[in-house]
């Protein structure tokens, strides 16, 4: 069953992603990737949410594996980074694009956290 769970999830996020990095995209355009970023620092977000949350004991098994496992697996996009970095190397927005995704996205999940505890 637990495959089930991270299929169901995966395939949520992945369509999510399909469907916000492509809105993000061609709302804002251009060469550098801002989607990806988008999705990225949303999933970097969520992530760091959810541990909060599960520290607490709020989240069963079943549901970390839903959303952690498969909904955020299937909806970050850092593989997708990573190939958009190397295709960026001979242009300046590659260092926008890989400390920025990087800085932002840790502090995105530091972010998370907090709000999780927060609102815990």
């Known amino acids: 069953m637990k495959y ?3 299929f169901i ?3 949520f996020g992945a369509l999510s992603r ?3 990095g492509g809105l993000v995209q061609n709302m804002y355009g251009g060469d550098f990737p801002v ?11 969520l992530i760091g949410f959810l541990f909060s949350l599960e520290g607490f004991g709020f989240l069963s098994y ?3 594996l839903l959303l952690m496992v498969g909904f ?3 909806f970050t996009t850092f593989s997708s980074f990573m190939l958009e970095s190397v295709n960026l190397i001979p242009l300046p927005q590659f260092w926008l694009n890989v400390v ?3 800085g932002v ?4 999940v530091y972010a998370g956290i907090i709000v999780g505890r927060w609102i815990v």
Request: charged letters at 5%.
């Open 18 to 20: 399909f469907i916000i």
């Open 100 to 102: 920025g995704q990087v």
């Open 105 to 108: 996205g840790l502090i995105s």
């Open 9 to 11: 999830g995966g395939g």
């Open 4 to 6: 089930v769970i991270v």
């Open 72 to 74: 955020l697996g299937g």
């Open 62 to 64: 079943e549901s970390r």
């Open 35 to 45: 989607g990806t970023f988008a999705v990225n620092i949303i999933g970097s977000f």
